[in-house]
């Protein structure tokens, strides 16, 4: 079946420090992919996504590139601030089986100034 | 463009109680809701697959009896959480997928529901 596993977090970094966060994933055909970020108390905001291989998701200084020959989507970005402390989903929507899409646990991020 | 509400963003009843959480998508249609729970420090969990106009459809182990989705409109699909028990507070978010786009899903904010 479908599945996305993520790094554990959580992962704590300095700020201006670079960031990875590790997302691979199990999937038939070619899933849309997704990273979220939840900010505490708030709902799933879209961070960026790819639709298909070789694309190149990036918003806000974070980037993650669709990998099909390693299921890889890993976020990173160059130099965090301690506003991106949140929690960041990995995801997949798949193109059959009504478009549910599979979260990641999550991985909490903490930036410290 | 692609704004997806929740109201209320926080309640708090009584056991025994019911309650009402509403998903509207404020500017587009949609075809397809999708509630998920989510537990603290968790991930989210999908509970059930909205389509207008017709019966919800639940993932397994959701008690649809306790757990009514109503999808009355293109824009509106309700949970209402019957004869709510402790057990049962948690964050409830909904999604909704925009007719001709089926590969996004738009999140609404959250309800916080707390039972006590």
């Known amino acids: 079946g479908n599945s996305v596993t993520q790094m554990e977090g959580p992962v704590t970094l300095s700020e201006e420090a670079f960031l990875t966060i590790n997302c691979t994933y199990t999937a038939t055909g070619y899933p849309s992919l997704f990273w979220y970020v939840q900010y505490p108390g708030e709902g799933l905001q879209l961070l960026l996504k790819?639709?298909?291989?070789?694309d190149k998701g990036s918003n806000k200084g974070f980037e993650a590139t669709y990998r099909k020959e390693t299921t890889s989507f890993h976020l990173e970005k160059g130099s965090v601030q301690v506003s991106d402390s949140a929690v960041y989903f990995c995801?997949?929507?798949?193109?059959?089986?009504?478009?549910?899409?599979?979260f990641g646990a999550g991985t909490r991020l903490f930036v410290k100034a | 463009g692609a704004v997806v509400s929740q109201h209320p963003s926080r309640v708090i009843c009584k056991s025994g109680t019911s309650v009402k959480i509403e998903c509207r998508s404020l500017?587009?249609?949609?075809?397809?809701m999708f509630w998920y729970r989510q537990f603290p420090k968790q991930s989210l969990m999908l509970m059930a697959t909205s389509n207008e106009g017709s019966k919800a459809t639940y993932e397994q182990g959701v008690e649809k009896d306790k757990f009514l989705i109503n999808h009355a409109s293109l824009t509106l699909s309700t949970l209402t959480v019957t004869s709510a028990h402790p057990e049962d507070s948690s964050f409830y978010i909904c999604s909704a997928m925009r007719r001709g786009d089926p590969y996004e899903q738009y999140f609404g904010p959250g309800t916080r529901l707390t039972v006590t």
């Open positions: 790819a639709t298909k291989a070789d």
């Open positions: 995801a997949l929507t798949p193109l059959t089986g009504g478009f549910k899409t599979i």
């Open positions: 500017d587009f249609q949609a075809t397809t």
